[in-house]
């Protein structure tokens, strides 16, 4: 609950949570070494990246699998000796096209078919310099790369990974996964509700400060209604993602797993709506690079599929509904 109003200013501005050293992948994953890491990992990448000096990407979706559903993962990892050896491909690796990216948590494979489906995977630390990892290409973003920051599809072949990497032991992937993506999703939607204050308020000076056809442009057509429609959903909005966090300190994630999907699903489709309105309210200069608005739609577009896409939480929703 506190870190939710945090998160919110820091929304506001795309700098922000850069600023601040909150910016995901990175939070998600300290939270992932200081839960589960052992002594070791905290002091070689927990502690750089609390002091900002590295950044790190976590590493589970793949070109080859439809990866909303992660008991698909297929990235092979498999105990050769004192190490493990991984094979397979990586893409939208956020955070991996930095220069600073040293360290990447990967989701792989290391059971097989006798095994229950969500004991099949496990999670391993990789140092991004381990040779056989070959950054292919940054996926762009409607049209743009991101960079320096990056979402890059990796190759990796016959990675060999120390076996003492593996993340509390072989199996316990999804364990590690509910852990950090439900506080890492929750982290996106704060700032969102950030982004879309932010939107509201750069089409309230718009409105008031030009004019068309004698009058104020907040005083034409139906722009008093957009704004306090705006205004309702970002307050709906704002109260949602505050009842998802204060589940989540209550101590119980899966009692929270459902609220956390409402929010995940609300967040970006009520920022996506009122920057949408913001744009509109700025004539052509709204998609132009002479405000933040484009860039900011386009970061909310994409929370629609990162974190886990709508109908997946959707179909999360329904099943405690109907339970
Ligand atoms: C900008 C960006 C950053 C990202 N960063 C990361 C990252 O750092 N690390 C990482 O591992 N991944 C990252 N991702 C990937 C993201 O998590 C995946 O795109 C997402 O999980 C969906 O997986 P997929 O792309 O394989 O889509 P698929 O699994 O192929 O799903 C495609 C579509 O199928 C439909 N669908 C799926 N399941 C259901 C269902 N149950 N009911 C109805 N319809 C369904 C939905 O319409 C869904 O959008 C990022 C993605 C983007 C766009």
């Not at 049209?143 to 320096?148: E, F, L, Q, R």
């Not at 309230?204 to 056809?213: Q, T, V, Y």
């Amino acid at each position: 609950m506190e870190y939710a109003h945090f998160a919110e200013e820091m929304g506001k501005t795309p700098l922000g949570a850069e600023v601040f050293n909150c910016s995901a992948p990175d939070t998600g994953n300290m939270e992932v070494f200081e839960r589960y890491g052992s002594a070791a990992m905290k002091e070689t990448w927990l502690k750089p990246l609390l002091e900002g000096e590295i950044r790190s990407a976590y590493l589970m979706t793949e070109p080859d699998v439809a990866s909303s559903d992660a008991t698909s993962i297929e990235m092979s990892c498999v105990r050769d000796g004192d190490d493990y050896v991984l094979n397979g491909e990586k893409y939208w690796a956020s955070g991996a096209g930095d220069p600073r990216c040293k360290v990447y948590i990967v989701m792989v494979k290391t059971g097989g078919e006798d095994d229950p489906k969500h004991q099949r995977h496990s999670m391993i630390v990789v140092d991004a310099a381990t040779p056989g990892i070959e950054i292919l290409r940054p996926m762009l973003v409607f049209g743009h790369d991101d960079a320096p920051h990056g979402h890059m599809h990796i190759r990796f072949t016959d990675v060999r990974v120390p076996a003492e990497n593996i993340l509390v032991g072989e199996g316990r992937g999804f364990e590690i996964a509910q852990g950090r993506l439900g506080p890492g999703r929750i982290h996106h939607c704060m700032r969102s509700t950030g982004q879309a204050e932010a939107a509201l308020e750069q089409m309230c000076k718009r409105a008031l400060s030009k004019e068309a056809f004698g009058k104020k442009l907040a005083q034409l057509g139906a722009n008093y209604d957009i704004i306090a429609e705006c205004r309702m959903e970002i307050e709906m909005a704002r109260l949602l993602c505050l009842k998802a966090a204060w589940m989540m300190d209550q101590g119980d994630a899966r009692a929270a797993a459902p609220w956390i999907s409402q929010i995940k699903v609300i967040a970006p489709r009520v920022s996506l709506k009122v920057i949408d309105e913001a744009m509109q309210m700025h004539g052509g200069q709204g998609i132009s690079q002479d405000t933040p608005l484009a860039a900011a739609w386009t970061a909310q577009r994409t929370l629609r599929f990162a974190d886990g896409p709508d109908a997946v939480h959707r179909r999360q929703i329904a099943r405690t509904e109907l339970k």
